[in-house]
């Protein structure tokens, strides 16, 4: 059995593959472990991709980016793009996830979890619905154009396109309230960009889910390119067990196919009618291969019939397959799972801890300070960002220089729910009590009625030069 990659192109065959028109691939639907593993991943994210922004929470929509006001929801939380840093967070975990999981078992994010991968079956489920099996499908496509073909493409087309049409509806849902955008579309009232995402992103379902399909993996995805990287002899992999399976070849089954120098694997070609990228396992690692296990699925079923062994198609490591002993703790596993898991709970912890206020204190810059009555005066804007549900009613203080006074208003300030008031404020201090030119205040707010929602942000107070 080898785990090395396949035999590298000619030249001539590399500009054959560039030049030469891409044949369409038809899977063979499977059952089984990983099959049904593959499905569950389908119908999670899809139901929550296309539910999500249907769920309403206190009185909107519970998941929803609304970039003119520059809010984003997200069930109970309220984030503003002061709350930037959530997302880095957000994007690192994602990454060191990848390697995390890929260090381990490979390709699991793109055989399971890629939206190219989930959105691909849904629309083969389809296909198969309408056109039938492989078989049907590719009878069908040999065969002349006739009124029944016509009715039965076009019924493919015709859901292929629906389902589009709701994706990217779906997509634009999440950043225009999904009912809003709904009546929006349905009377032509809907405005340029909301049309334009919505006609692309279903435009881009149609085309990378109904017609480029295994393209987008073997061509356009960056992933194939540098997995190796994250791969070592420990990691698993779909792999062929070709000192099991070798020599190659048909038998009848209850024979002795030992005594006639034969394999375990039957060459029935399944494991290549299966596979949505339509590779070859047995010649070996290819980057072709993005892990989804079909594989596997239908050699087991073969294996079983035929009453061998089941695993002549596995997941497996370098190391097992020559013998050796295998590590699935090891350095590069370790610390992509110790960085993951202090990410994760730094970035929990900090959403937790997270207060939903925020205070700018902005110093008036027509002039630096002013005499009035004997004191030194300098004037501030205050903006203060209530970045909770609720409406609160805050108390501001002010301290670092000693008998300082500030001129405000009113003593409470109340802020609506989600919004910003913008509250100027004076200070007025003796210049005798000033440490320098530039001497340090405190301005702190606090809310009234919770006790939690408190903030302080620092602020020089300028006087005289010495």
């Given at each position: 059995m080898s785990l090395e990659p396949s035999k590298p192109q000619t030249s001539g065959e590399v500009s054959a593959a560039l030049f030469e028109k891409s044949e369409k691939i038809y899977p063979r639907e499977v059952h089984g472990m990983f099959a049904l593993l593959?499905?569950?991943?389908?119908?999670?994210?899809?139901?929550?991709?296309?539910?999500?922004?249907?769920?309403?929470?206190?009185?909107?929509?519970?998941?929803?980016?609304?970039?003119?006001?520059r809010k984003f929801y997200i069930f109970g939380w309220t984030l503003w793009p002061q709350d930037f840093i959530y997302l880095t967070f957000v994007l690192m975990l994602a990454a060191f996830a990848l390697f995390f999981f890929t260090s381990i078992a490979g390709r699991l994010w793109c055989g399971y979890a890629c939206p190219q991968t989930v959105w691909t079956e849904l629309f083969l489920t389809i296909e198969r619905w309408v056109e039938g099996n492989?078989?049907?499908?590719?009878?069908?496509?040999?065969?002349?154009?006739?009124?029944?073909?016509?009715?039965?493409k076009a019924?493919?087309?015709?859901?292929?396109?629906?389902?589009?049409?709701?994706?990217?509806?779906?997509?634009?849902?999440?950043?225009?309230?999904?009912?809003?955008?709904?009546?929006?579309l349905l009377y032509f009232e809907a405005g340029p960009w909301a049309t334009f995402w919505t006609v692309f992103y279903g435009f881009s379902t149609y085309g990378n889910a109904g017609f480029m399909r295994e393209q987008v993996c073997k061509y356009m995805c960056p992933y194939a390119r540098f997995q190796s990287a994250m791969f070592d002899r420990d990691t698993l992999i779909i792999s062929y067990d070709q000192e099991r399976g070798d020599p190659?070849?048909?038998?009848?089954?209850?024979?002795?196919?030992?005594?006639?120098?034969?394999?375990?694997?039957?060459?029935?070609?399944?494991?290549?009618?299966?596979?949505?990228?339509?590779?070859?396992?047995?010649?070996?690692?290819?980057?072709?291969?993005?892990?989804?296990?079909?594989?596997?699925?239908?050699?087991?079923?073969?294996?079983?019939?035929?009453?061998y062994p089941k695993g002549l198609i596995r997941y497996t490591t370098q190391?097992?397959?020559?013998?050796?002993?295998?590590?699935?703790?090891?350095?590069?596993?370790?610390?992509?799972?110790?960085?993951?898991?202090?990410?994760?709970?730094?970035?929990?912890?900090?959403?937790l801890q997270r207060t939903p206020i925020e205070l700018d204190v902005i110093r008036d810059r027509n002039q630096l300070y002013r005499e009035t009555a004997g004191?030194?005066?300098?004037?501030?804007?205050?903006?203060?960002?209530?970045?909770?549900?609720?409406?609160?009613?805050?108390?501001?203080?002010?301290?670092?220089?000693?008998?300082?006074?500030?001129?405000?208003?009113?003593?409470?300030?109340?802020?609506?729910?989600?919004?910003?008031?913008?509250?100027?404020?004076?200070?007025?201090?003796?210049?005798?009590?000033?440490?320098?030119?530039?001497?340090?205040v405190q301005f702190s707010i606090s809310a009234t009625d919770d006790s939690t929602l408190h903030i302080t942000e620092d602020a020089k107070f300028l006087g005289p030069i010495e």
């Amino acid at each position: 059995m080898s785990l090395e990659p396949s035999k590298p192109q000619t030249s001539g065959e590399v500009s054959a593959a560039l030049f030469e028109k891409s044949e369409k691939i038809y899977p063979r639907e499977v059952h089984g472990m990983f099959a049904l593993l593959r499905t569950s991943a389908v119908v999670v994210l899809l139901g929550a991709f296309y539910l999500a922004c249907w769920i309403p929470w206190d009185g909107r929509q519970a998941v929803l980016f609304d970039l003119p006001a520059r809010k984003f929801y997200i069930f109970g939380w309220t984030l503003w793009p002061q709350d930037f840093i959530y997302l880095t967070f957000v994007l690192m975990l994602a990454a060191f996830a990848l390697f995390f999981f890929t260090s381990i078992a490979g390709r699991l994010w793109c055989g399971y979890a890629c939206p190219q991968t989930v959105w691909t079956e849904l629309f083969l489920t389809i296909e198969r619905w309408v056109e039938g099996n492989r078989s049907r499908q590719m009878k069908l496509d040999q065969a002349p154009m006739s009124a029944r073909k016509f009715r039965i493409k076009a019924t493919k087309h015709a859901l292929w396109l629906l389902l589009s049409a709701y994706t990217g509806f779906t997509f634009v849902a999440y950043f225009v309230p999904a009912t809003e955008l709904a009546r929006n579309l349905l009377y032509f009232e809907a405005g340029p960009w909301a049309t334009f995402w919505t006609v692309f992103y279903g435009f881009s379902t149609y085309g990378n889910a109904g017609f480029m399909r295994e393209q987008v993996c073997k061509y356009m995805c960056p992933y194939a390119r540098f997995q190796s990287a994250m791969f070592d002899r420990d990691t698993l992999i779909i792999s062929y067990d070709q000192e099991r399976g070798d020599p190659r070849g048909s038998r009848k089954s209850g024979s002795d196919h030992r005594a006639a120098g034969l394999g375990d694997c039957i060459n029935c070609t399944m494991c290549v009618q299966v596979c949505p990228t339509g590779i070859d396992i047995r010649d070996g690692l290819q980057y072709e291969c993005i892990g989804c296990s079909a594989c596997i699925d239908v050699c087991d079923d073969v294996m079983e019939k035929m009453d061998y062994p089941k695993g002549l198609i596995r997941y497996t490591t370098q190391n097992a397959v020559e013998g050796n002993p295998t590590h699935i703790l090891r350095p590069r596993v370790i610390i992509y799972g110790v960085i993951l898991l202090i990410l994760t709970g730094l970035f929990f912890y900090s959403l937790l801890q997270r207060t939903p206020i925020e205070l700018d204190v902005i110093r008036d810059r027509n002039q630096l300070y002013r005499e009035t009555a004997g004191k030194i005066e300098n004037v501030y804007t205050l903006k203060i960002i209530n970045m909770d549900e609720r409406s609160h009613v805050y108390d501001l203080s002010v301290d670092g220089i000693p008998n300082l006074e500030f001129i405000l208003d009113t003593a409470r300030i109340a802020v609506d729910g989600g919004s910003v008031k913008n509250v100027p404020v004076r200070l007025r201090a003796s210049e005798d009590d000033l440490a320098g030119r530039s001497t340090p205040v405190q301005f702190s707010i606090s809310a009234t009625d919770d006790s939690t929602l408190h903030i302080t942000e620092d602020a020089k107070f300028l006087g005289p030069i010495e």
